[in-house]
T-cell receptor, first 115, second 112 residues
Framework: AQSVTQPDIHITVSEGASLELRCNYS??????LFWYVQSPGQGLQLLLK??????LVQGIKGFEAEFKRSQSSFNLRKPSVHWSDAAEYFC?????????????FGTGTRLKVLA | ETGVTQSPTHLIKTRGQQVTLRCSSQ?????VSWYQQALGQGPQFIFQ???????GRGNFPPRFSGLQFPNYSSELNVNALELDDSALYLC???????????FGPGTRLTVT
């Protein structure tokens, strides 16, 4: 079955510290992969995406993610976290099933940043 | 280029009522997908419309229905509202449904 797992429900880091949010997916073909950020009461903002090519993807706000096919992972990283990064982060895979292409989202990781 | 827009922004309904949510797709996009995001959860796929026909459906009951119009805008209708229907409803448009979907800001529905 196609699925996305974000193992960490909550993560707390200090401002200026590095960050890694984990994402594992289950999908038979080469996936399209996405990371979104959502602030409270807001919609989804795309941070970055992977379709093909270079497995290290750069996104907005200083985020990057690395696609590792052997590990079925697409972890999100940031070298130095800012207080404004506190939000919920969702990993998603674009998956086709019976002719319908849809996004499958993980359950999200809520990031708290300590001053 | 206009992005995806949704209306209304917020909505409060009573259990048993019916609701219609609206979505205008991004210019040039012919496919609209709807997602439900319950509190504390990731978005869940409801259904997708392509060329005014339903093109795939997630695990949602028939009281969730939709329409797509010739200009590719779309409606999501929910009948016999239940308390668990309270959620953020997200619309996403794309070209033929593949690759990247572009999300609207969402409609927050509260059922009391």
């Amino acid at each position: 079955a196609q699925s996305v797992t974000q193992p960490d429900i909550h993560i707390t880091v200090s401002e200026g510290a590095s960050l890694e949010l984990r994402c594992n997916y289950s999908y038979g073909a080469t996936p399209y992969l996405f990371w979104y950020v959502q602030s409270p009461g807001q919609g989804l903002q795309l941070l970055l995406k992977y379709f093909s090519g270079d497995t290290l993807v750069q996104g907005i706000k200083g985020f990057e993610a690395e696609f590792k096919r052997s590990q079925s992972s697409f972890n999100l990283r940031k070298p130095s976290v800012h207080w404004s990064d506190a939000a919920e982060y969702f990993c998603a895979v674009g998956a086709e099933n019976s002719g319908t292409y849809k996004y499958i989202f993980g359950t999200g990781t809520r990031l708290k940043v300590l001053a | 280029e206009t992005g995806v827009t949704q209306s209304p922004t917020h909505l409060i309904k009573t259990r048993g009522q019916q609701v219609t949510l609206r979505c205008s797709s991004q210019s040039g996009h012919n496919t609209v997908s709807w997602y439900q995001q319950a509190l504390g959860q990731g978005p869940q796929f409801i259904f997708q419309y392509y060329r005014e026909e339903e093109n795939g459906r997630g695990n949602f009951p028939p009281r969730f229905s939709g329409l797509q119009f010739p200009n590719y805008s779309s409606e999501l209708n929910v009948n016999a509202l239940e308390l668990d229907d309270s959620a953020l409803y997200l619309c996403a448009s794309s070209w033929t449904g593949e690759g990247e979907q572009y999300f609207g800001p969402g409609t927050r529905l509260t059922v009391t």
